[in-house]
């Protein structure tokens, strides 16, 4: 294999050579480059995000009519290095009687749920971190790690605001964890494997268009899990001053804000990897470079929707929120999910019959999906018809009983 | 290479850690962790001995996952159990909860 | 001593560590953030018995969904915020001879066992593995039944959880 094709291997076997020129066993070469593998992914990851807060406040800035940062640097786009300084030297306060190595534990906790996330996403047919064969439950497995660090920041900080914002902020992950999971069983039932890079490749038409239900309760459900807005109940500076982040300070905070970011743009990359096709995309199984920057395409389209949609739309409550999970979200994927597996294996029960061309086979499947879809679309439609809310119909004029009655005719004229 | 007895010896370990816990704790809440332990060192053997004598077969991992099950449905209901003792009786030490004692 | 025999002993000392700090901690809490890390060492040792679908099935399930059950637990549970006295009954040194009992009298069975030494033998198809599992538990001559059995179980344990700690209506 040359670079242009496998650019990772390349550089590895490179490296190993090297280093069996420098005298060192095969077995630690193998560890040693796992860890440097690991350690340039986790890198990635936050120079990702310097990118990522420079972007969101630009966005925000011209949605909301004002310029945004436009100082430091061309277009303001160093403006995330002074405000990192800025937390780094700010003082780490650490309230009294808080459990200091839970307290300690609970950032590091959450912002490595989000980097793990990270090591299966592909980048291109070849660049991928760990190619596993059970990748979408591994990303199942970090979400919940992340719900953990939560509850841990909330309790340890020995503050009552902080207890409440903890037990509410773990409802809603752990709440939203469950349509997540059921709408990522979806894109496994269609491309017949878990691992993320092969559903990469079967996605010859994306999956959005097989079944954007699906498509729709992932984002909402990513969403939710991130604390992003509307459902952003778990930071609402009027409500409950920080949430479970209260008592953090410095960089500790820092680590939070950071960990934040960096999952909403990682729920971009799932949702372009699972249902916008990932790296696909012209000539991109010969020049793997080409899939990575298909890939950033993509994950910045819904990046922007992302930022879209928290700069407009106002905070929900928790039990609107609670509401909207069990009451709508849950039986909606459940449903999906039993329509999706009949839908499929009736196709395959029915098409050895007919004689089609080879290549209409995927179009006749990604139709009969996406009518599946439609017509389940219409149905729950129909079902929230018929539990609208009824106007109040009025019944009598309201008299007005404080008025002072009406002047003879004569005082007028 | 790895012969099958230390994994064998690490899950009897850990499953006499667990009855300690088991016997030996005062609170309802450690007991029912102590439980968890044993049921995880049950899991370990079970895969152990599936992977060294019969990876072709299917019965190990099976009957694996209806432990995993098993042990999750036993905790929720444990806890729930124990959450509304301590509504009732406002203590949680397994020593005081001794109305049916003759 | 190879490089698997050596994250497999570091992987060993860290559990049976862990699980000896649930055991023996007087913090609540402290012992169900130690029993993440055993079951963490857990999903580890079945990463290294090529069961990497269990490692994941042991993340999601225990460290997501139970173990941040008990900390709940634990947090609904206490009127101090810190423990006072010791967290073990006055009989612990005889809970500690009956465990050790226990241990000695399994390994003594095993080491009379002829096959307990066997080393791993090689997997000829590990690719094929996941599908099998699938297929095994809801085909009707195979692990159907034990798998439909576990899920009237969990349904039956989830209605009866929320009856149970519900709160009743007045």
Same mark, same amino acid.
């Given at each position: 294999?040359?670079?242009?094709?496998?650019?990772?291997?390349?550089?590895?076997?490179?490296?190993?050579?090297?280093?069996?020129?420098?005298?060192?066993?095969?077995?630690?070469?193998?560890?040693?480059?796992?860890?440097?593998?690991?350690?340039?992914?986790?890198?990635?990851?936050?120079?990702?995000?310097?990118?990522?807060?420079?972007?969101?406040?630009?966005?925000?800035?011209?949605?909301?009519?004002?310029?945004?940062?436009?100082?430091?640097?061309? *277009?303001?786009?160093?403006?995330?290095?002074?405000?990192?300084?800025?937390?780094?030297? @700010?003082?780490?306060?650490?309230?009294?009687?808080?459990?200091?190595?839970?307290?300690? %534990?609970?950032?590091?906790? !959450?912002?490595?749920?989000?980097?793990?996330?990270?090591?299966?996403?592909?980048?291109?047919?070849?660049?991928?971190?760990?190619?596993?064969?059970?990748?979408?439950?591994?990303?199942?497995?970090?979400?919940?790690?992340?719900? %953990?660090?939560?509850?841990?920041?909330?309790?340890?900080?020995?503050?009552?605001? !902080?207890?409440?914002?903890?037990? +509410?902020?773990?409802?809603?992950?752990? !709440?939203?964890?469950?349509?997540?999971?059921?709408?990522?069983?979806?894109?496994?039932?269609?491309?017949?494997?878990?691992?993320?890079?092969?559903?990469?490749?079967?996605?010859?038409?994306?999956?959005?268009?097989? !079944?954007?239900?699906?498509?729709?309760?992932?984002?909402?459900?990513?969403?939710?899990?991130?604390?992003?807005?509307?459902?952003?109940?778990?930071?609402?500076?009027?409500?409950?001053?920080?949430?479970?982040?209260?008592?953090?300070?410095?960089? #500790?905070?820092?680590?939070?804000?950071?960990?934040?970011?960096?999952?909403?743009?990682?729920?971009?990359?799932?949702?372009?990897?699972?249902?916008?096709?990932?790296?696909?995309?012209?000539?991109?199984?010969?020049?793997?470079?080409?899939?990575?920057?298909?890939?950033?395409? @993509?994950?910045?389209?819904?990046?922007?929707?992302?930022?879209?949609?928290?700069?407009?739309?106002?905070?929900?409550?928790?039990?609107?929120?609670?509401?909207?999970? *069990? #009451?709508?979200?849950?039986?909606?994927?459940?449903?999906?999910?039993?329509?999706?597996?009949?839908?499929? #294996?009736?196709?395959?029960?029915?098409?050895?019959?007919?004689?089609?061309?080879?290549?209409?086979?995927?179009?006749? +499947?990604?139709?009969?999906?996406?009518?599946?879809?439609?017509?389940?679309?219409?149905?729950?439609?129909?079902?929230?018809?018929?539990? +609208?809310?009824?106007?109040?119909?009025?019944?009598?004029?309201?008299?007005?009983?404080?008025?002072?009655?009406?002047?003879?005719?004569?005082?007028?004229? | 290479?790895?012969?099958?007895? $230390?994994?064998?010896?690490?899950?009897?370990?850990?499953?006499?850690?667990?009855?300690?816990?088991?016997?030996?704790?005062?609170?309802?809440?450690?007991?029912?962790? &102590?439980?968890?332990?044993?049921?995880?060192?049950?899991?370990?053997?079970?895969?152990?001995? $599936?992977?060294?004598?019969?990876?072709? &077969?299917?019965? &190990?991992?099976?009957?694996?996952?209806?432990?995993?099950?098993?042990?999750?449905?036993?905790?929720?209901?444990?806890?729930?159990?124990?959450?509304?003792?301590?509504?009732?009786?406002?203590?949680?030490?397994?020593?005081?909860?001794?109305?049916?004692? $003759? | 001593?190879?490089?698997?025999?050596?994250?497999?002993?570091?992987?060993?000392?860290?559990?049976?560590?862990?699980?000896?700090?649930?055991?023996?901690?007087?913090?609540?809490?402290?012992?169900?953030?130690?029993?993440?890390?055993?079951?963490?060492?857990?999903?580890?040792?079945?990463?290294?018995?090529?069961?990497?679908?269990?490692?994941?099935?042991?993340?999601?399930?225990?460290?997501?969904?139970?173990?941040?059950?008990?900390?709940?637990?634990?947090?609904?549970?206490?009127?101090?915020?810190?423990?006072?006295?010791?967290?073990?009954?006055?009989?612990?040194?005889?809970?500690?001879?009956?465990?050790?009992?226990?241990?000695?009298?399994?390994?003594?069975?095993?080491?009379?066992?002829?096959?307990?030494?066997?080393?791993? /033998?090689?997997?000829?198809?590990?690719?094929?593995?996941?599908?099998?599992?699938?297929?095994?538990?809801?085909? /009707?001559?195979?692990?159907?039944? /034990?798998?439909?059995?576990?899920?009237?179980?969990?349904?039956?344990?989830?209605?009866?959880?929320?009856?149970?700690?519900?709160?009743?209506?007045?």
């Amino acid at each position: 294999m040359n670079f242009i094709s496998d650019p990772i291997t390349f550089i590895a076997n490179w490296l190993t050579n090297l280093m069996i020129g420098w005298g060192m066993s095969p077995d630690v070469i193998n560890v040693l480059l796992k860890f440097i593998g690991a350690f340039l992914l986790g890198t990635f990851g936050f120079a990702l995000v310097i990118f990522t807060i420079w972007l969101e406040r630009k966005l925000y800035g011209r949605i909301q009519d004002r310029i945004g940062p436009n100082r430091v640097g061309p *277009w303001g786009i160093f403006q995330t290095f002074p405000d990192m300084i800025k937390i780094f030297t @700010k003082e780490y306060i650490t309230p009294i009687g808080a459990d200091k190595i839970v307290y300690n %534990l609970a950032p590091i906790l !959450s912002v490595s749920a989000v980097l793990l996330t990270w090591a299966v996403i592909p980048f291109a047919p070849t660049i991928v971190g760990s190619d596993l064969n059970v990748g979408v439950i591994y990303l199942m497995a970090v979400g919940s790690i992340g719900a %953990l660090g939560i509850i841990l920041a909330g309790w340890s900080s020995n503050n009552k605001y !902080s207890l409440i914002g903890g037990f +509410r902020a773990v409802a809603q992950v752990v !709440s939203y964890e469950v349509p997540m999971i059921l709408a990522l069983l979806i894109p496994v039932l269609l491309g017949q494997t878990m691992g993320v890079n092969s559903l990469v490749y079967a996605q010859n038409i994306w999956f959005i268009f097989l !079944s954007p239900i699906a498509a729709m309760i992932f984002f909402i459900s990513c969403l939710a899990e991130t604390g992003r807005a509307p459902f952003d109940l778990l930071e609402a500076e009027s409500e409950l001053v920080a949430g479970y982040q209260t008592e953090y300070s410095g960089l #500790k905070f820092g680590m939070f804000y950071v960990g934040e970011f960096l999952h909403a743009f990682t729920i971009s990359a799932l949702m372009a990897t699972l249902f916008l096709g990932g790296w696909r995309g012209p000539w991109a199984e010969q020049v793997p470079i080409l899939g990575v920057f298909w890939f950033f395409i @993509k994950a910045f389209i819904v990046y922007f929707f992302v930022v879209l949609i928290r700069i407009s739309m106002p905070r929900l409550r928790i039990d609107q929120m609670l509401n909207f999970n *069990w #009451k709508f979200l849950t039986p909606l994927a459940l449903v999906l999910l039993v329509v999706t597996a009949i839908v499929e #294996k009736s196709f395959l029960l029915i098409t050895p019959g007919m004689n089609l061309s080879e290549t209409a086979l995927p179009w006749i +499947r990604a139709g009969i999906h996406l009518f599946a879809n439609l017509i389940l679309i219409l149905i729950t439609i129909q079902i929230l018809k018929t539990h +609208r809310v009824k106007e109040v119909r009025v019944v009598a004029k309201p008299r007005p009983v404080a008025v002072a009655p009406e002047p003879p005719a004569s005082v007028i004229s | 290479m790895i012969p099958l007895s $230390w994994y064998l010896i690490f899950a009897a370990s850990l499953f006499c850690i667990g009855l300690y816990g088991v016997l030996v704790r005062k609170n309802a809440i450690a007991i029912l962790l &102590g439980i968890e332990l044993m049921l995880n060192s049950v899991n370990i053997n079970l895969i152990a001995f $599936w992977r060294y004598r019969d990876p072709e &077969g299917i019965a &190990g991992q099976a009957f694996a996952i209806i432990v995993f099950a098993v042990a999750a449905a036993e905790v929720a209901v444990g806890l729930a159990l124990i959450i509304s003792i301590y509504r009732r009786r406002a203590t949680v030490v397994a020593d005081d909860i001794n109305l049916m004692k $003759w | 001593m190879s490089a698997e025999q050596i994250i497999f002993l570091i992987v060993a000392a860290v559990t049976l560590v862990a699980g000896l700090s649930v055991v023996t901690s007087r913090n609540l809490i402290h012992s169900a953030l130690w029993l993440i890390l055993t079951l963490a060492g857990i999903a580890v040792f079945y990463v290294l018995l090529d069961a990497g679908f269990f490692a994941v099935i042991q993340v999601v399930v225990y460290i997501g969904a139970i173990a941040i059950l008990f900390i709940f637990a634990v947090m609904l549970t206490r009127r101090v915020m810190q423990d006072s006295g010791s967290q073990s009954n006055s009989n612990w040194w005889l809970g500690a001879i009956i465990a050790l009992l226990l241990f000695v009298g399994i390994v003594l069975i095993f080491i009379n066992w002829q096959d307990f030494a066997t080393l791993q /033998p090689e997997l000829t198809n590990s690719s094929g593995k996941l599908s099998e599992l699938g297929l095994a538990l809801v085909s /009707p001559d195979q692990y159907v039944l /034990p798998f439909e059995l576990a899920s009237v179980l969990l349904v039956a344990g989830m209605i009866g959880a929320i009856f149970v700690a519900g709160e009743k209506k007045r």
